[in-house]
Nanobody, 126 residues
Framework: QVQVLESGGGSVQPGGSLTVSCAAF????????AGWFRQAPGKEREFVAR????????AYADSVKGRFTISRDSAKNTVDLQMNSLKPEDSATYYC???????????????????WGQGTQVIVSS
């Protein structure tokens, strides 16, 4: 069992920056990757970014490519999502998720992730 805890959400003006963080806790933590998803009111949960724990390979949704950066600290089991040039459409609850086993491709479907945090809200508004 893995516990996932997000932090760092908040409010920011358009064009601003914010970092959300994720910490994973388990007695014996072995997993393949960590991902960030987001869900705006009335919309489906969507993939944002993913990073593999061992090799640090990253993947991004087209909507955030060039603006968001995902990074991890494997020793601490933490993952950060640095968000720059934020837009109002980035407003959502951001969720961190853990993919326990690799699938040979970049998993972007929420159902492919095994453990989830409670989410942290990001509001981009002037």
């Amino acid at each position: 069992q893995v516990q996932v805890l997000e932090s760092g959400g908040g409010s920011v003006q358009p064009g601003g920056s914010l970092t959300v963080s994720c910490a994973a806790f388990a007695r014996t933590f072995t997993s393949y990757s960590a991902g960030w998803f987001r869900q705006a009111p009335g919309k489906e949960r969507e993939f944002v970014a993913r990073i593999t724990w061992n090799s640090g390979l990253t993947a991004y949704a087209d909507s955030v490519k060039g603006r968001f950066t995902i990074s991890r600290d494997s020793a601490k089991n933490t993952v950060d999502l640095q968000m720059n040039s934020l837009k109002p459409e980035d407003s959502a609850t951001y969720y961190c998720a853990i993919e326990e086993y690799g699938k040979g491709y970049v998993a972007t479907n929420p159902a492919e992730y095994d453990y989830w945090g409670q989410g942290t809200q990001v509001i981009v508004s002037s």
